[in-house]
């Protein structure tokens, strides 16, 4: 396994993903804890023929972060995981992606809504 040297103490920082199912609501609502911080997302599931693929798409009201994205898409699959978000694509890796295998490997991520739509009602 690679290490990444830092020049601090190893300490990881505090990584918390929690999946909340509110009953009669289409989505599921992902909250992050990472550091200090928190965020907040919408999670379902979409249609792939690759594997395993998800969409997170933050909550409005958000401070921070990068304005620009209002939603990543995360997919698993059997080459790799992948995630549209600029960390991932720089770096290889993100909280998203983090955050959704957490999940999955805690038991927590199904069930969750497939691709919702947007209703006015
Ligand atoms: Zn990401």
Redesign the pocket.
């Known amino acids: 396994m690679p290490t990444v040297p830092t020049g601090r103490t190893a300490r990881k920082p505090f990584f918390r993903p929690t999946l909340d199912h509110a009953e009669g609501v289409s989505r599921a609502c992902l909250s992050v804890l990472q550091g200090k911080r928190s965020f907040l997302y919408w999670l379902s599931l979409e249609p792939s023929d690759w594997g395993t693929a998800f969409r ?1 798409e933050k909550f409005r009201f958000q401070e921070g972060g990068d304005r620009e994205e209002t939603e ?1 898409h ?1 997919l698993l699959s059997a080459d790799g995981n992948h ?6 694509v720089a770096h290889g890796h ?4 983090r955050a959704v295998l957490e999940l999955q490997a805690t038991g927590q991520l199904y069930p969750i809504p497939t691709s919702p739509e947007r209703k006015s009602a």
């Not at 995630?83 to 991932?88: I, Q």
């Not at 993100?94 to 992606?97: L, N, Q, R």
Request: net charge positive; proline share 0%; with cysteine.
């Open positions: 997170l990543y995360v995630c549209t978000c600029k960390g991932h993100c909280k998203h992606v």
